[in-house]
Every structure is written in structure tokens, then in C-alpha cells.
T-cell receptor
């Protein structure tokens, strides 16, 4: 069974608008972490934001926020005020103990 | 500067010719792992290591070997590469044991096997 599901292969957004990238996960472990990584066309993996399973508040990092709905097992990434440099692949990942499992990614394109 | 360093960045090789991709981290992390990234499949874990001399298979270990003789190094070995191992490879390291530790990634190695 797929542990991390990203249902949007591609998304488009206008510059300066907000966009939400979806991520749902599946685990029976009460302790887990959820991560979002950005992969620009140059290929490197850039850590964006983290949410722990016991965290009471949604994580925020600058223009990035994580909409964490534990009962729904979803951890959507919200990017506010999109910039052209946000065009990239975005991966949701879940860490259970030692293992980090990735979704298949969403390709975000920001249009001027 | 905290970093994970992979070498080489790009490699073209022929079927059956043994190769090693090196990975080194300077953060004293216990946990290291290798992933391969293929279009439409995301990143899949090949092998991981929880400490020196402790390694275990990930989701796609066939055709790969690893070793962990020192804490900082975790090389990936392809004894007899085949074209289906053409992929983008990432090494990652992190602190162990808890769910809230970020994984630091190397720059990636783009391998082509002809």
C-alpha cells in the first residue's frame, strides 16, 4: 500500500497567488514526521518544512505553511505569494522511525 | 558548512563494469541512506545504515551493495551495472531514532548505463 500519496502530478499558479499541494499519508505508528522537499531543475533536494505527529500547531516557514489534518491523514503544503523561482518538483515525505518514504511528487509551474 | 558530498555528479558507464558512488557527510550523523529517483516514481530507498557496520535493505536493493566502515562514509557499489539502473541517485544523512529529524541530501549522481 502506498504510504504517501500526492494526487497532483502537475499544478499551475499565477505569480503572487497562493497554491496548495496535496499530500495524504498512511501509517499506524503514533510517532511520525512529515516533510516537504523542493527539487528545482538543477536536481538538488531542498528541505522546506517539517510537521511532527504530536505538534499541536501547523508548521510555518516564511511563505511555506503546512496544513496538517491528522484525522484525515493529510499534510498539504501551502505556498503563499508564489514566485517564479518556486517552479520545481515538490515531494512530500513521511518518516517512521528510521525510514523516510517519499511520494511521487508534484510539478509546480509558476506563470508570470 | 554542514553537507553531504556525493561523487561523481555525472557518470556514464557500460553494462557490467563495476562502479562505486561515494558519499561523505561532515555532521557526525549515525543514519545514512541511498535513494534512486526515477520519473513518475519519486524517490525509493535502496539501502540504509543506522551506524558503522550496520546496514539494511530498503525497498529496491537488488543489484546494489553498500558498506559502512566509517561513520562519515557510505559508498554505493554496483557490481555489475545494467541499463535499468540508469537513474538519479541521492545519498542522505540524518540523526537517528526520532521522527522529527530532517534528512540532508547530497547533490545527486546522475548515472547512465549503456
Amino acid at each position: 500500500a502506498q504510504k504517501i500519496t500526492q494526487t497532483q502530478p502537475g499544478m499551475f499558479v499565477q505569480e503572487k497567488e497562493a497554491v496548495t499541494l496535496d499530500c495524504t499519508y498512511d501509517t499506524s505508528d503514533p510517532s511520525y514526521g512529515l516533510f516537504w522537499y523542493k527539487q528545482p531543475s538543477s536536481g538538488e533536494m531542498i528541505f522546506l518544512i517539517y510537521q511532527g505527529s504530536y505538534d499541536q500547531q501547523n508548521a510555518t516557514e516564511g511563505r511555506y505553511s503546512l496544513n496538517f489534518q491528522k484525522a484525515r491523514k493529510s499534510a498539504n503544503l501551502v505556498i503563499s505569494a508564489s514566485q517564479l523561482g518556486d517552479s520545481a518538483m515538490y515531494f512530500c515525505a513521511m518518516r517512521e522511525r528510521e525510514k523516510l518514504v517519499f511520494g511521487k511528487g508534484t510539478k509546480l509551474t509558476v506563470n508570470p | 558548512e554542514a553537507q553531504v558530498t556525493q561523487n561523481p555528479r555525472y557518470l556514464i558507464t557500460v553494462t557490467g563494469k563495476k562502479l562505486t558512488v561515494t558519499c561523505s557527510q561532515n555532521m557526525n550523523h549515525e543514519y545514512m541512506s541511498w535513494y534512486r529517483q526515477d520519473p513518475g516514481l519519486g524517490l525509493r530507498q535502496i539501502y540504509y545504515s543506522m551506524n558503522v557496520e550496520v546496514t539494511d535493505k530498503g525497498d529496491v536493493p537488488e543489484g546494489y551493495k553498500v558498506s559502512r566502515k566509517e561513520k562519515r562514509n557510505f559508498p554505493l557499489i554496483l557490481e555489475s551495472p545494467s541499463p535499468n539502473q540508469t537513474s538519479l541517485y541521492f545519498c542522505a544523512s540524518s540523526l537517528p531514532g526520532t521522527a522529527n529529524t530532517e534528512a540532508f541530501f547530497g547533490q545527486g549522481t546522475r548515472l547512465t548505463v549503456v
